[in-house]
């Protein structure tokens, strides 16, 4: 059975984990944070282009063909990761 740990030495791995933590977080959250205002960027480009599109097909009197499962699979997948943010 393995010795219990001196609580002293626990807390400083504890400080050690938490500094380490602290680092990382601030050195990742502006990617985060990036990444984020892409996709929404992204995500707001797309709805553009179906408005034009649709608005297209209204003054062309055109009609595309319904968009196919992967279609919608796909812009199901765009929303959901936007509204994850």
């Not at 649709?54 to 499962?69: A, F, G, N, V």
């Not at 699979?73 to 936007?82: A, C, N, Y």
């Amino acid at each position: 059975m393995e010795a219990e740990k001196n609580p002293v030495t626990v807390l400083k791995d504890l400080s050690a984990i938490k500094s380490r933590y602290q680092t990382l977080y601030a050195r990742f959250k502006p990617v985060a944070v990036e990444q984020k205002e892409t996709k929404s960027h992204i995500y707001a480009t797309l709805n553009k282009t179906m408005t034009m599109i649709q608005e297209l097909q209204k003054q062309t009197d055109l009609e595309l063909s319904p968009l196919t499962e992967e279609e919608k699979t796909v812009i199901e997948q765009l929303k959901s990761h936007i509204t994850d943010l």
